[in-house]
């Protein structure tokens, strides 16, 4: 009984946390006003390219670092279409979804079920690690595990405790009082869209090398669109992108065990969205309507100069 | 960087469209002057000024500093050359604090913690200057004068060299205003420059070395203040005679029209921010209610407009009970509103003029037909405005937001009062109007008045309030602090109660 529950949390943590990573990604993106719904296909292409860079060098580290590469590369095609061309956003970044997409399975086709001849080795922390229960859960993960709860963790003090922070919130709530104090609504929004899309690669190069360890196509499986359910659900608050990616996480891994006893799994599947829904309907029952604040300007493309 | 002595700007022109803004403007300011900018609503005063902060770029023209012709490619490279402004429209963040915003653009504020450490200056800013802001609230939380307190300490807390104020002053009381003045002489006197912008001739008197008169978007008089007075300047400006204090004939009032009953209305910081308050207002008669903005006359109007709810109390119109009805109620029972902050709850920024003169109407059977909307009605209606409003637009075709900041306001007015309301509620209607068009709306609501219209004012000017009412409230902490007859009243004592004292 204590094995399943060891590794049923275990696997919570292992797939929430590319999760986690592409919603930070997401948080920040969004919060300079850019909604990026491309996250499906930037974790593709992130999944795909440190596939085949860990086969080719048999480095994993080599791999995710391609992975957040081409996060970023590709990421940069929607923030040149959204923030230099004006474009529609919600456009643009279905578009990003599709092409993701497409060139992961087109470039990942030969390697499809190659067994990864490496593995990224868990990192053990000593002594916490030897605490029943607790330590193999928590200090016996993959590195990224450690990483993504360091970044959660410094992304959330950059927007509330920092300068930057104040800054990139201010952009993406008001991008002409931002201006007027002396910011460049451009640059600050580029950095952020790019950050979102290196978190994505990662996101996808954590589920290839680490959560299934091979490459398929469909491997993300509407990933990119739970995080975008989750970025509402955390209510941009990067704190609470812990809780949903760990709670949506565990939703995975039960789909596989109660799959036996007769709970189809499409059920559970629905669940990050209900649960998305619910923290809305209650966010809007609560007093105070300033509760759910989406950053104010979200979507909208900015024009200098312009009333 | 070199300390701005000398700016100038030269030959600047402006053209949006078809619309010339500014053609071929040209001035200096020197270290230690105070130049006042006069003008028409419309007239090309904030266009110039942004020209200047570089929040768009001139047509034609070039600036000079010291001697030196500069490129400011944007608000950044304003800043950096020790220019700073305050925006006629707030450039605020609402869903931030007060302490956010100002962290915003202050270089000295450290990366950790910004708006902790510029709380604590902004706090000993206003124990020495005056101009007191809560810096943990949030924008929105706020009332229109204390936003503008915001702006100006955001401005003044940077120590820029030239300083451009784009009517700093329109929702501040005489005191605020009087502090700010005191700061911005010290400043001048310390080497730093000030443009000023105002529609209050007596300011521009007072606190300017210099004039300049801008109208149709040229400079069409510049004089030093002492060579000059209200009458000469109002006529440079509006090239005709204005008439300043004219004769309010007294009217016997008619039958009760509102009556609000102990009305207990929530805020959005407090739990009671408005605390059962009554009183009545009556057919023929204008209702001032005076007070330090901030003191619960917000909430008090968005309740008797139906945009908030009250936790207690009544509010009866003609008799009929509407405590807690909708807006659309509350406006089809003949409620006219012009509200205090004209961007965000007067207009729709993105619509034309011609459907932004019947907001809130567009359901009547005058403007529309079962689903459809008869657009030849609604655009003749809003000619007619345009019209006798004299507001300067290129046409009702246009996106109102493309108006200057007068232009709006006197489109809203004319909107709500040819209405033809039983009832008008006006916060600072006259808000950023120009001499002429503030003589024509106050000359208006007197009409109206005669007409048989209640009025229910709402302004922070005393000298509007005296003008213009026949019975005046003050309001301190969301209580009144008592009501007096015009004639029976005096500034002292109206001034006395507005800091709490009840009569
Ligand atoms: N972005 C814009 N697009 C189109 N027209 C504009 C734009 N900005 C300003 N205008 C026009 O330029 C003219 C000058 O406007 P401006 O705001 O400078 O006037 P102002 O002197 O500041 O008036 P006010 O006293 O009412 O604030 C107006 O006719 C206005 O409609
Ligand atoms: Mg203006």
New binding site residues.
Partial sequence: MDSILISVLNRTLVAGTPLLLATLGEIITERSGILNLGIEGMMAVGAVAGFIVTLATGSPWLGMASAILAGILISAIHAFVSISLKANQVVSGLALTMLGLGGASLFGRPFIGRPLPVKMAPFRIPILADIPLVGKVLFNQDPFFYLSLILGVLLWVLLSRTRWGIQIRSVGENPAASEAQGLNISTVRYICVLIGGGLAGMAGAHLSLIYSKSWTEGLTGGRGWIVIALTIFALWNPLRAFLGAYLFGCIFVLQYILQPIGIPPNLLGMMPYLATLAVLFAGGLKKGRRYLHAPAMLGEPYTKG?? | MKKIEKLEMVEISKY??T?R?NYKVSFSIESGEILGLL??????????MNILYSLIQSDEGEIRINGETVRLHSPKDAIQRGIGMVH?HFMLIQNHTVAENIALGFEEAPFFFPAGHVAKKIEEFSRIYGLKVNTQEKIWQLSAGEQQRVEIVKALIRGVDLLIL??PTSVLTPQESKELFSILRRMAGNGHSIIFIS?KLEEILSICDRVLV?RR?EIVGASSVQSTDKRKLARMMVGRDIIFDFEKEHIERGPLILEVKELIVPGDRTERAVKGVSFKVYKNEIFGIAGVSGNGQRELIEVITGLRRASGGSILINGKDITNASARLVSDQGISHVPEERIKFGIVPNLFIYENTVLKRHHNKRFSKMLFLNYQTIKSHAESIVKDFQV???SIN?PIK??????IQKLILGREITGEPTLLVAAHPTY?L?VGATEYIRRQLLERRGKGIAVLLISEDLEEIFELCDRIAVMFEGEIMGILPTQEANIEDIGLMMAGSRK
């Avoid at chain 2, 003008?39 to 110039?48: Q, V």
């Fill in positions: 312009e009333r | 949006f469209h619309t803004a003008g028409e609503n419309g007239a090309g005063k904030t266009t110039l006629q784009d009517e529609h801008l978007g300067t637009a290129p246009t493309n108006l200057s900041g007068g232009n950023g120009d």
